[in-house]
């Protein structure tokens, strides 16, 4: 498989030498390091190269600022279908010893904060859609309920909670977020600061708490709380901003198990997407009361 790989990245890197390893063992891909400097991502058989397609569009649609990301080399239809892309010198920061510094995690917070910062040019709009957040909310509640996870009341409450929140936070400004940000995504220097971000396929113009309501982070020991207090401090955002927070990690959940499906990866995300509102619903009373 090596050899094959080495074939490819020569199509583009005609003295590459050596594939120095996999970098990344995905889901929905696997991406080797070629000569330590560069990264080839090869989709899995039977998953289409379109978010490689996408993501390298990106990449090439980023290009030439100073954004702490990957530079595209090229896309190629193959077959197979792959792209090629800069390496990010450092380390994912889900190999780094816990608890992280808190130096590291401001860093991480500036950086996520600085992709949010990205102007979104009419190459980035016709590249990435706009979160459906309405529509995939009552969706998701629907097939929840529908499937036994979800009882009456909650399914009432998880809907208020849309009704009621949604009109405020839909008027917050869309920005460039990368919409699968945790430990593996996140390269880290030598120095202990973030080197820059990989993997920009589910890339989705949304509100910034939707990059900060992921529960991935707290997996990994650092509570997903430090990295929004940071960021929250570091942009001057009010409480309001956790509370939009929160609103997008229950619609996380509720989208979770849909896209597990819809990606092959069976309910082991979706068990995480139940925990996730079993947590929600732990922390709020039901009933006629205010729940959230």
């Known amino acids: 498989m090596r050899d094959l790989i080495l ?10 030498k050596l594939v120095t390893r996999v970098f990344q063992d995905g889901f929905r891909h696997v991406a080797y390091e070629i ?10 058989a039977g998953t289409l190269p379109e978010e490689l397609r996408v ?5 090439q649609a980023l290009d ?46 500036r950086g996520l904060a600085t992709i949010h910062q990205t102007p979104l040019s009419p190459s980035i709009r016709a590249i990435v859609d706009e979160m459906d957040v309405a529509r995939r909310w009552e969706g998701g509640t629907e097939e929840l309920q529908t499937e036994g996870f979800l ?16 009109p405020r936070f839909s008027a917050t400004p869309l920005v460039l977020t990368h919409s ?8 880290v220097s030598s120095s ?4 820059g971000f990989i993997d920009f396929a589910d890339a989705t113009l949304a509100a910034p708490a939707w990059d900060l309501s992921f529960p991935w982070m707290t997996f990994f020991g650092i509570g997903r709380e430090r990295i929004v207090a940071a960021y929250k401090e570091q942009n001057g955002l009010g409480p309001e901003f956790l509370e939009e927070v929160e609103f997008y990690s229950v619609f996380w959940a509720l989208r979770m198990p849909r896209w597990a499906r819809e990606h092959n990866l069976g309910f082991r995300d979706g068990r995480t997407a139940l925990s996730v509102l079993k947590h929600f619903f732990s922390r709020h009373e039901t009933g006629s009361r205010r729940v959230y």
Request: proline share 9%; glycine share 6%; charged share 20%.
């Open 55 to 59: 993501e390298a569009a990106l990449l």
């Open 35 to 44: 000569d330590g400097t560069s990264v080839l991502k090869v989709a899995r």
């Open 7 to 16: 074939e490819l990245a020569q199509r583009h890197l005609p003295d590459a």
């Open 180 to 187: 699968d940000f945790w430990p593996h995504h996140c390269i």
């Open 64 to 109: 030439g600022g100073e954004l702490p990301i990957s530079r595209l080399i090229a896309f190629d239809d193959g077959p197979p279908p792959f792209m090629l892309s800069t390496r990010v010198p450092g380390t994912q920061l889900s190999h780094l010893p816990q608890p992280w510094q808190t130096g590291l995690v401001k860093s991480v917070a």
């Open 151 to 166: 009882s009456d009341e909650q399914a009432y409450v998880l809907n208020r909670m849309l009704d009621d929140n949604w």
């Open 192 to 195: 202990a600061e973030l080197s």
